[in-house]
């Protein structure tokens, strides 16, 4: 059910606070961003590896969903319960009309209430790189707190060692953060989860501006009752 100072459109939740520079830059890229990244072998292969771990009907709550594709059509397709959340109005406008079987929800992850041991599994797909360290780090621990017991979180994020780097992202002025891939380990584990599986990538996005970029996959599972 919608929260205060939410209004429903059809399967879509407006929070109406969700004015933020991450949600400039991906409301002006649109489908745009989905072009450039849709080609990414990796994406596909961390959503096949968490088809084959997740239960029938499980519900998955794919933080920063951007267009619904890949992730959440994929795992709605495959019969799972799916909720996006982004911060970009635009992105959560077309992820509805593409992913008709999920439910979408436009609101930023950091405020949003999430309830302890609600989700089998959560995916955050590069959705971290314009918060501050601190920010990502209480949000990973939240999300880990959100998972059931045995559920899986499956992290994607850009492995540097940068701290508001002000740069340029397909034409968009972005101020970025991320971790070393190590410190990406150490802040999933320091979250009280396990990492069952890693893998690190180089990728070229599909776009005229686009610079290869490492990239980074983990498959982490809240093996015990209470994550930390």
């Known amino acids: ?6 209004r429903r459109t059809g399967c879509v939740l407006f ?3 969700h004015g933020s520079p991450a949600a400039a830059v991906f409301d002006a890229l649109g489908g745009e961003y989905e072009k450039a990244f849709a080609s990414s072998p990796a994406h596909r292969r961390s959503l096949d590896r968490l088809l084959g771990e997740l239960a029938p009907g499980s519900s998955v709550l794919d933080v920063g969903s951007g267009t619904g594709r890949p992730t959440a059509a994929v795992l709605a397709g495959a019969g799972h319960r799916v909720l996006g959340v982004d911060v970009s109005p ?3 406008e077309i992820a509805s009309r593409q992913v008709p079987d999920a439910g979408f929800r436009c609101a930023d992850v950091r ?3 999430l309830e302890d041991g609600s989700y089998d599994a959560v995916c955050v797909y590069f959705a971290l790189l ?3 360290r601190a920010e990502q780090t209480e949000l990973v621990r939240r999300l880990a707190r959100a998972l059931r017991p045995g559920g899986l979180l499956v992290l994607a994020t850009v ?3 940068v701290e508001e780097f002000d740069g340029v992202f397909m034409g968009q002025d972005v ?7 190590e410190d990406v380990v150490n802040l999933v584990r320091e979250a009280g989860l396990t990492v069952k599986w890693r893998q690190k990538v180089m990728f070229t996005p599909t776009h005229p501006d686009a610079r290869p970029e ?3 996959f983990l498959h982490c599972g809240r093996e015990d009752a209470e994550a930390a």
């Not at 101020?175 to 891939?181: D, M």
């Open 15 to 17: 929070d109406e606070d």
């Open 214 to 216: 490492p990239q980074l």
């Open 90 to 92: 635009v992105m959560v």
């Open 159 to 161: 492995p540097l060692d």
């Open 130 to 132: 314009q918060m501050t």
């Open 111 to 113: 405020r949003m209430p």
């Open 175 to 181: 101020r970025v953060t991320s971790f070393a891939p």
């Open 1 to 6: 059910m919608p929260r205060i100072g939410t």
